[in-house]
């Protein structure tokens, strides 16, 4: 299908890269691209490119992408910069442009295959064209044509994200670089890299409670005007990041600071108007994806519009062809845009830790992937947790063994490794076995769940009594540290644990207490770990707040937290939703997280055959600090 007459509305990136290759692709169709602003009036600095964008823009249009290459700047590194530490981490690619350049190009391109741009031409809505074959709406997160029609699309627009501002600045980085920087009003980070010979973006996030306490919303709200700039911010950041600038200035371009929106769309098209670019979804820039998805929907959209025979046979072509890699970014994205928002919580961090943190934040790259990329700062890391975490004077090469294999601070025992094993066994014969052979298979922590009613000995039965002391004298032995699994306010089982010699004791909150009013109990004879079962809620919805919130409480009368998964399936995607909640119970609890774990897997060096088993993604958690132990029974420890 060809059709003959084809409405842009929105001048960016995307309208002007679909309106030339829908004349490339047809010579003889009408296409007009419709922008309310001037050709050269644009917000923003430079955008990045990877190198994988820059071959499929080369594959759908090559001269096109020999004038972006051309005016365009790449680097291969990045680097982190955290307590006075530059950590370079290489193997990536990025190009680089100036936004305004790159608006310039684009618009030359779709001029020159005869493609109409009217600026200063907003179009009311999509029924303003109705006589369209074709209405492509490309302008943007906030575009007015999809809210017109936002129940219709099943529009979904999540402003949670954190704060940032955009400046440009003369100061010179090679690459693209992060900064991270405590104030007295709290902490700032930066996105900078270069896109022009003597031009860097500067990107600024922050949280919400440190952009009140610095004035910046009140500035924010002065700075309201279009076009307006925040000068209060400038010239604070510019103090904040002078380190980093080198004494350069930071620029302005309607640089003020916004709230980051997701944008989602149920549909994507409806009667004769697609949707494409920020106007049908949005991913944080951290993951550099907001002009390449935009783009690249121009690509499919242009594609799918030359061979179909239909305008809605086109559409949901180009909905299948984009959903799964939009979607898939957008996966990678949320979690990267919860950690740019929560990054001062984890500036504690040594650099070796919080740069591992940092790579790991999206799991779009395997710990095989970082490791080739990145092997001696991956190799640092790895040292840097054996020499802090195990006996003094440990040898500082790279450990040859998992994290796990690791010692452990908890509650003033001191486990031999990060593993436990928790016997459920229906008998106590079965379950003191159970206690021993964990210790003999190398198990740091073996534990024994009394927690539910009646599990526990009985007070006054001596010989069984008699058989559990000696069961915990032999994990002992074995260099094992017992511990006793109880329901939360059962005192006469803790207390009877404590008799037998188990030092540590995790007191079991019912699955079905509230996340408001439970209380961990009243004071014990030793160190008790709290154990909560996790929801099945996303980490940052409501509901998972609220319970991140109850734990953080839970916690600060424990010595550490057991998260318990609260199903039986190992998926990937169940995984990183408990995984997500260790991260934020540890990163504001500040005490040791124990997390259940899948049995059956083989304890082994994180690089061994097989990079992302279950060894390796266990690794990676604790060494990336997200956990402390994991609760699941390997197959054999080394």
Partial sequence: MSPRTIAVIGGGPAGLFLARLLRLRDPAAEVTVHERNAPDATFGFGVVFSDRTMAAFEEADPATCARLREASVRWTDMEVRHRGRHLRYGGYGFTAISRRTLLRILQEQAAEVGAQLRFHHEVPSADALADASVVAVADGANSRTRQAYADVYGTTVDASGPRYIWFGTPARFDHVTFPFVRTRFGSFAAHAYPYEPSTSTFIVETDTATWRAAGMDRSTAEARAPGASDGHSRQLLEEVFKEHLDGHPLLVNNSKWSAFRVVRNERW????????????????????????????????????????????????SYERARR???????????????????????????????????????????????????????????????????????????????????????????????????????????????????????????????????????????????????AVDRVREHGGEPMALV????????????????????????????????????????????????PRAPVHSAAGEEFV?????????????????????????????????????????????????PDGWALRAPDAPGAESWATRLHSAV???????????PLLLP
């Fill in 269 to 316: 098209s409806h009667r004769n108007t697609v949707l494409l670019g920020d106007a049908a979804h949005t991913a944080h820039f951290s993951v550099g994806s907001g002009t390449k998805m935009a783009m690249e929907d121009a690509i499919a959209l242009a594609s799918a519009l030359h061979t179909e025979s239909t305008v809605s046979g086109a559409f949901r």
């Fill in 324 to 470: 799964p890699a939009v979607r898939r970014t957008q996966d990678w994205a949320e979690p990267s845009m919860r950690w740019w928002a929560t990054f001062g919580r984890r500036l504690h961090l040594e650099p070796e830790q919080f740069g591992f943190h940092f790579l790991t934040r999206t799991g779009a790259i395997s710990y095989a992937g970082l490791k080739r990329r990145h092997r001696d700062r991956i190799e640092e890391a790895e040292s840097w947790f054996a020499r802090r975490s195990g006996p003094s004077g440990a040898d500082a090469r790279p450990p040859s063994r998992s994290s796990l294999a690791v010692p452990v601070a908890l509650g003033g025992t001191a486990p031999a490794n990060r593993v436990a094993s928790v016997s459920t066994a229906p008998t106590a014969a079965a379950q003191q076995r159970d206690l021993v052979s964990a210790a003999l298979a190398g198990c740091g922590l073996t534990a024994v769940d009394w927690s539910p009613h009646g599990s526990a000995p009985a007070p006054h039965d001596a010989p069984a009594l008699a058989s559990w002391r000696a």
């Fill in 487 to 534: 329901r939360l306010g059962d005192t006469v089982s803790e207390d009877l644990a404590r008799t037998l010699g188990f030092r540590l004791v995790e007191r079991v909150v019912p699955a079905s207490a509230g996340t408001g009013d439970t209380e961990l109990g009243g004071p014990a004879d030793g160190p008790v770990v709290v154990g909560v079962t996790c």
């Fill in 549 to 597: 919130r109850w734990c953080t409480e839970l916690a600060a009368s424990a010595d550490g937290v057991h998260l318990h998964a609260d199903h039986e399936d190992w998926s990937g995607a169940a995984f990183t939703r408990l995984l997500g909640y260790a991260d934020q119970v540890r990163e504001r609890s500040g005490e040791p997280l124990l997390l259940d774990g």
């Fill in 623 to 633: 060494l990336a600090g997200r956990c402390d132990v994991v609760v699941a029974r």
